[in-house]
């Protein structure tokens, strides 16, 4: 719409007469005004689009080289209990990493058999309370894992004839993902099994020595914010090899592959949102053209979208309190916004020098702009929300201001620190809106407090 980045902004934003923002029909004022600030607003309808365009693109894209595909929508990204029905009701099926996650997942009523478990470090509770939901797959992170799951699926009743779905989570090798923080697939960090020097080999078919466990496929995830379709293509290229090399070695061809999420999304102006039916296509003809290099048949696929389907459909709202120019060594001056949340409800940029952009969302402000930089409220000198971003010359305390892109990793990231309670997840759609996640209160933190 008018005057935003339709890459960067929910598809429901828009501009009013005054330049000031609009979410799904509801001004970002009223919004304020109801909920307090700051607040997480989420665009329901793109959701839904988001959801929908990953279950489409990929489905159209593996029925045409004759596999099928299962999206998991990547709750770690952001889980609440409306949110893991729609991407259910989507067509999606819910991917969880922890006895929370999964108990959300199961709140909502969505099948155990649309769920899967991760974790590099399950608790016993967890597979057992997994094994107990007749969750789809639990993917087993390392070689003590696989006596584990057996073990706990015998304790359950659980046998050859009733087996429980695994995957093998397995490195291979391949660096992608912005940061070195979520980069997964090279060899010196804590997830998988590498398959360098066999050791993912042998623990498939460590898989097959337990009759109680069914094996369903190999399971990568390369890394998180990746453009690059280059990318997961070599990571399919490792992911079919290895599958043939099980099937030389053993005769058994695993059903399945799982090629991970990471897909990367737009943050700042200028930067593109991906294609996605191009990416599904382009990723198809390469498992395709592989598989025919191997001698052997397409797996079924499955993949793990997190940040791609929710990230761009929220904006956060923050209220301005101080506004502060600072004069620095070579004379220019930086003008300093502070808000009132900062790095307890957004903390990829301390961690991952994440960039955002903003824009004010109560008025359209001064044509004429001063360097900013955005600021939160903690007791931390890298508090920052943006280090660099044009905001009008005029922007003044009690002013609001508009983050969009924050709909992955900021909530389900968040933390109480300074005993700033977490703000809540308000999702609006054409004449409604409803608060998914509510505000923590202080008396929310006091209860903790035993004294
Ligand atoms: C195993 C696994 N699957 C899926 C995801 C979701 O990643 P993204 O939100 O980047 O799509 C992650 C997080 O990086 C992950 O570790
Ligand atoms: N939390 C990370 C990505 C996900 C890592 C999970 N494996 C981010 O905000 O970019």
Redesign the pocket.
Known sequence: MTGLDVAVWPSGAGLDDDGALRLAGHGATDLAAEHDTPVFVLDEAMFHERARLFRDAFTAAFEAIGSGVDVYY?G??FLSVAVARWAYADGLRVDT?TGGELAVALRAQVPGEAIGLHGNNKSDSEIARAIDARVGRIVLDSVAEVGRVAAAARAAGRGPHDRVGVMVRVTTGIHA???E??A?AHEDQK?GISVTGGQALAALREVLTHPELELLGAHS?I???IQDVAAFEANARVMLALRADLERATGVLMPELDLG??YGIAYVPGEEAMDVPAFARSLAATVQRVCAELDTTVPRVSIEP??AVVGPTTVTLYRVGVVKPVTLDDGSVRTYVAVDGGMSDN??PA??G?RYTARLANRAGSPETVRARVVGKHCESGDIVIDEVALPADVAPGDLLAVPATG???R??ASTYNHVPRPPVVAVAEGTSRVLVRRETEDDLLALDLG
């Open positions: 990547a770690k990204s990493c993902g912005g940061h923080f979520i997964t997830f995830h890394g998180s914010q999420g990471g997190g940040r903390i990829r961690l991952y994440a992955a990793y900021g389900s990231m």
